[in-house]
């Protein structure tokens, strides 16, 4: 008879092997799941964003003479400045008027004012530097340059109402990640 040998240490060795190889599959797992939850709230942002933007064309609705041909009073409430040296980003919102909660009570333009005013700060508490900005435009362009705050691309012309909101999607103030949502109101 043939003496058997021993193979010592050879199961531990394939123990080790498939610790190995499972340890490299759940953080494969986890990096997918960290990019998972980051476009979750990408996507949340964008959510945010588009409620936002519907909220002041149902204001812009319930005020009709306040958009209607020859009046901007939307777009005069909606100039800006930015303030670049804070972070996030502000800027400038016209001053609501007291109890001017519908248009009873208030002119159509302190109508405009306050709601382009409460706006504006619902965007700043719903968005990471969150600003937005109400403008004329004879076509909107999806296709601007989405950081760029300086210049709304907006023509000023035209009877095409243009709802723009930026916002920064990785709560880092750098005007490379803001992201834009764009949409259009036609009375």
């Known amino acids: 008879m043939k003496p058997i040998k021993k193979h010592d240490g050879f199961t531990l060795v394939e123990i080790l092997v498939t610790v190995l190889v499972l340890s490299i599959g759940l953080l494969g797992l986890a990096g997918l799941q960290v990019k998972s ?34 009046v901007t009073d939307y777009v005069a409430q909606g100039t800006y400045t930015i303030d670049t040296s804070t972070d996030p ?76 909101i930026w916002w920064v999607d990785d709560r880092d103030s750098a005007a490379s990640n803001f992201k834009r949502f764009v949409t259009s109101y036609v009375p």
């Open 89 to 164: 980003y502000t800027v400038s919102s016209p001053t609501a008027t007291a109890n001017c909660s519908n248009t009873t009570g208030c002119t159509t333009t302190q109508m405009a004012n306050t709601d382009v005013n409460q706006w504006r700060v619902d965007l700043a508490t719903q968005l990471p530097g969150g600003v937005g900005v109400i403008c004329l435009d004879d076509t909107t362009d999806p296709e601007a340059d989405a950081g760029d705050l300086s210049d709304d691309k907006c023509s000023n012309s035209g009877n095409i109402y243009a709802i723009k």
């Open 37 to 70: 939850m980051k476009s979750n709230h990408s996507s949340y942002l964008r959510t945010q964003a588009t409620i936002m933007a519907y909220d002041m064309i149902d204001r812009m609705r319930a005020n009709p003479n306040a958009v209607t041909t020859g």
